[in-house]
Every structure is written in C-alpha cells, then in structure tokens.
T-cell receptor, first 113, second 115 residues
Framework: QQQVKQSPQSLIVQKGGISIINCAYE??????FPWYQQFPGKGPALLIA?????SEKKEGRFTISFNKSAKQFSLHIMDSQPGDSATYFC????????????FGGGTRVLVKP | EAGVAQSPRYKIIEKRQSVAFWCNPI?????LYWYQQILGQGPKLLIQ????????DSQLPKDRFSAERLKGVDSTLKIQPAKLEDSAVYLC?????????????FGAGSRLTVL
C-alpha cells in the first residue's frame, strides 16, 4: 500500500521560475516529513524537513508548506537554477518507530537555462 | 566526515545466481538501513538494524534475501537466488540512532542488473 503519493512525476521549469511538488499521505501517525534530492548515480540527500507543528519552513530557495488537516505537504523551489535539475522525493516517518522513511514516487525536475 | 561506503557500485548477474552487497556506515552511527530503489520509483525499506540487531525486516523477501550486521558496524545484503524483478539500486543508509528526526545519510548505492 503506497502511503505517500507524490505529483507530478516530472516537470520542466525555466531558469528563475518556481518548481512546485506536492505530496499526500495517509498515515496520521507520521510526524516527520523530509524532502530528499537525488542526482543521477548518487544516493538521496536530505534537502529540508518539517514537523507537523509548523505550517511552513524555509531554507534559502527551498520552502516546505504543510497542511495537517488535508494531510498534504509541498516543496517550492524558488528562482530555480539548472543545478537544481534532479529527482526530488518526499518522505514521511514516525519518529518514535525507528524513523523508517516511507518515500513518495519521486519527481524529476528539469530546469532549462 | 566520511560518508556511507557501498560496494560494488555495479553488478550484472544471471537469474538464479547469487550476489552480495557491502555497506560501511558513517562512524558512530548505530542505525543502518537497506533500501531497494527500482528504476523510476522511490526507495523502499528492506531492513533496519540497530547496532547488530534487526529492528524491522517486515519488507524483506526472506525466501531469497538475507542481511547481517556483524559487530554492529559493516553490513552485508545477500540475494540468492536472484530474480529478474530484483534489478534495482540497493541503497544503504545510516543514522546516529533510530530515534527522533535523525538525518538518514545514504550511500551512492549498488546497481544490480539481473539478466
């Protein structure tokens, strides 16, 4: 059973534009929501994470928005750059249960110069 | 600090053969995870170790997959016999402990192709 659904599967954005990726989860026990960035041939690397007690977290050009009632969260990449071209995964975990991450299906982002 | 080391990076085998992957986590990290990432999908947890004990192996196909973490450091994931559907990247990750919101650090992965 897929517990974290991610959309879109891919997106193309012009340099300087905004990339938006959405995720929805089913398990209300999830209490930690990280986003990972993966480049070809590399393992996923933590980009930014949020806990459900806040509605938004911003780090540089990356912002997570969280809607607990809707069980949805999203990643916004502002001023997208060609170096942001990668696959992005949302994930969720229950911190007290071993912090095992359940990943979404991934979004391949291509930033055109 | 050194990252999570995995080997081999690439492996091609025939179906029904066996293969083993090795992982060396970040020094001091008590928790180690093996994930399977099929092309075009998100990683899926196979097994989690806390030191040298298994915390969760509910998603591990135990009829063909096995894993161990002797002495609570390095880990080995074995597949025997391999099936075509085992073609994937096998990612090892480690974290300081399995509690709270500790960051999982992933290795570059071992890409398996089963012919």
């Amino acid at each position: 059973q897929q517990q974290v659904k991610q959309s879109p599967q891919s997106l193309i954005v012009q340099k300087g534009g905004i990339s938006i990726i959405n995720c929805a989860y089913e398990n209300t026990a999830f209490d930690y929501f990280p986003w990972y960035q993966q480049f070809p041939g590399k393992g996923p690397a933590l980009l930014i994470a949020i806990r459900p007690d806040v509605s938004e977290k911003k780090e540089g050009r990356f912002t997570i928005s969280f809607n607990k009632s809707a069980k949805q969260f999203s990643l916004h990449i502002m001023d997208s750059q060609p170096g942001d071209s990668a696959t992005y995964f949302c994930a969720a975990s229950v911190r007290a249960a071993g912090n095992k991450l359940t990943f979404g299906g991934g979004t391949r982002v291509l930033v055109k110069p | 600090e050194a990252g999570v080391a995995q080997s081999p990076r690439y492996k091609i085998i025939e179906k029904r053969q066996s293969v083993a992957f090795w992982c060396n986590p970040i020094s001091g990290h008590a928790t180690l995870y093996w994930y399977q990432q099929i092309l075009g999908q998100g990683p899926k947890l196979l097994i989690q170790f806390q030191n040298n004990g298994v915390v969760d192996d509910s998603q591990l196909p135990k009829d063909r997959f096995s894993a161990e973490r002797l002495k609570g450091v390095d880990s080995t994931l074995k597949i025997q016999p391999a099936k075509l559907e085992d073609s994937a990247v096998y990612l090892c990750a480690s974290s300081l402990d399995g509690l709270g919101a500790n960051v999982l650090t992933f290795g570059a992965g071992s890409r398996l192709t089963v012919l």
